[in-house]
């Protein structure tokens, strides 16, 4: 893993199935996330996206091939220790939240260090509070809040944990137009005002011109790394890309 780089894969393959009826949803993918990013992986649907971000996040193995986070050879690695990794290490945003209904935000955002018996930074806390905006809704349950609310919400729990990178599955898939800016303006704050790394699967040309840089997959392979410039630029990108 180049220096700088949080996380890793090196030819890396997932087959699903056997014999005729195997799928490569991942066919030697070598790819890398430097540290202070936002990076967003785009392709059609079957493309491998979801695949390539579950098996950085550790969420799934590869069959062959390696992936490293932080420095951490995860395919070494026993269940507990890479629930641990996971724990210590990475921070999810989902596209249907994934809160527990029956705590409060502000008991949402601190629960993954609740469960590592982590006392929270008090001073990070309020800045992501701030961040989200939160303040006056702290004490309502996510039945309470609007979805735009509920992910907010999400987001400060990925980053109350001060991880090595946070992955974002379609975080924005879920959500109106007004939301979806609150969210993605974020994430990007997470990057250039906390030094984040943040690497996001989205189908939305808009989401990703956001990011500092898009990498297209087809048939599970990376077709075009560039840049990611305006929504435009991001669309042609992926049409280049699935067309070559």
């Known amino acids: 893993m180049a220096a700088g780089s949080i996380v ?85 945003v989902f596209q249907f939240f994934n809160l527990l209904p029956v705590l409060t935000a502000r008991e949402n955002i601190v629960l993954p260090l609740s469960i590592a018996g982590r006392e ?8 992501l509070i701030e961040a989200v905006d939160l303040g006056d809704r702290l004490s309502h349950r996510p039945s309470e809040l609007s979805g735009g609310q509920q992910q907010r919400v999400a987001v400060a729990r990925a980053l109350a944990s001060k991880p090595a990178v946070v992955f974002a599955d379609e975080p924005t898939g879920n959500l109106d137009s007004g939301s979806t800016g609150e969210v993605l303006a974020l994430l990007r704050r997470a990057v250039d005002e906390f030094g984040q790394t943040v690497v996001m699967v989205t189908h939305d040309p808009n989401a990703a011109a956001v990011a500092d840089r898009v990498v297209v997959l087809v048939d599970g392979r990376i077709v075009k790394d560039a840049d990611a410039g305006s929504a435009e630029q991001v669309h042609d990108l992926l049409k280049v890309g699935t067309t070559a």
């Open 120 to 127: 929270p930074d008090e001073a990070l806390l309020a800045q």
């Open 8 to 92: 890793s894969a090196s030819d890396v393959h997932r087959r699903y199935g056997e014999g005729d009826a195997a799928v490569e949803a991942l066919d030697g993918v070598s790819v890398e996330f430097p540290k202070g990013a936002f990076t967003a992986i785009m392709g059609p649907s079957g493309s491998g996206k979801s695949t390539l971000m579950h098996v950085l996040a550790g969420l799934d193995r590869p069959t062959s091939g390696s992936v490293r986070i932080d420095g951490v050879e995860i395919a070494e690695l026993g269940d507990k220790e890479l629930t641990e990794l996971r724990r210590d290490k990475i921070g999810f």
